[in-house]
């Protein structure tokens, strides 16, 4: 997840998240949320429904698929966060849409049929295996050599607001103000 989004739920939850940023040596939240930008909202609706509880999260991460929310707490705290710690595994952990677990080159991903498809074609121009050309200023073309088709056509900004989470890639902000928070970055 993106350091502005973390922090927002840490300054709107600080007692859960108490020990976010601290030593690695004495918490995991040292690291910080170790999972994808489409489970954002289902932490913040997590978290308002546990606020009360006396949580302190230990670890949020991703693993086989799904959200976990590791913390000590009250006793009523476990069920809601198991509860949630389920509907990631219906939610895609890149855009929050609805999606299923599924193998992806023996991992697994909780991810949208848009989303992997994204990520297929990000993997494909990473190794190499996409060409791209401008044919004008601003306007790139991705094309797969072998096939000799367009895979892309646009602008410079329309391809990095549609690739840049799939490939490390930074947004341009104006591009995507309209977007809520969450999703912006």
């Given at each position: 997840?993106?350091?502005?989004?973390?922090?927002?739920?840490?300054?709107?939850?600080p007692?859960?998240?108490?020990?976010?940023g601290?030593?690695?040596?004495?918490?995991?939240?040292?690291?910080?949320f170790?999972c994808g930008?489409?489970?954002?909202?289902?932490?913040?609706?997590?978290?308002?429904?546990?606020?009360?509880?006396?949580v302190?999260?230990?670890?949020?991460?991703?693993?086989?698929?799904?959200?976990?929310?590791?913390?000590?707490?009250?006793d009523?705290?476990?069920?809601i966060?198991?509860?949630?710690?389920?509907?990631?595994?219906?939610?895609?952990?890149t855009?929050?849409?609805?999606?299923?677990?599924?193998?992806?080159?023996?991992?697994?991903?909780t991810?949208?049929g848009?989303?992997d498809?994204?990520?297929?074609l990000?993997?494909?121009?990473?190794?190499g295996?996409?060409?791209?050309?401008?044919?004008?200023p601003g306007?790139?073309?991705?094309?797969?050599?072998?096939?000799?088709?367009?895979?892309?056509?646009?602008?410079?900004?329309?391809?990095?607001?549609?690739m840049?989470?799939?490939l490390?890639?930074i947004?341009?902000?104006?591009?995507?103000a309209?977007?809520?928070?969450?999703?912006?970055?």
């Amino acid at each position: 997840m993106h350091k502005i989004l973390e922090k927002a739920l840490v300054k709107k939850y600080p007692d859960i998240f108490k020990d976010y940023g601290g030593d690695i040596t004495k918490t995991c939240m040292g690291w910080g949320f170790s999972c994808g930008k489409g489970w954002f909202l289902l932490l913040d609706e997590l978290c308002s429904k546990i606020k009360d509880m006396h949580v302190t999260a230990r670890q949020v991460k991703e693993k086989f698929g799904g959200l976990r929310f590791y913390a000590d707490g009250d006793d009523g705290s476990h069920d809601i966060i198991s509860d949630y710690e389920n509907k990631s595994m219906k939610t895609c952990e890149t855009c929050g849409e609805p999606a299923e677990v599924a193998s992806h080159n023996g991992w697994m991903r909780t991810i949208c049929g848009d989303c992997d498809e994204k990520r297929k074609l990000a993997l494909k121009i990473r190794e190499g295996g996409y060409a791209y050309s401008f044919d004008e200023p601003g306007h790139i073309i991705i094309h797969d050599p072998p096939k000799e088709i367009a895979i892309f056509s646009g602008t410079v900004s329309e391809f990095m607001e549609l690739m840049s989470p799939y490939l490390g890639l930074i947004e341009d902000p104006m591009s995507i103000a309209d977007k809520p928070l969450w999703a912006r970055i």
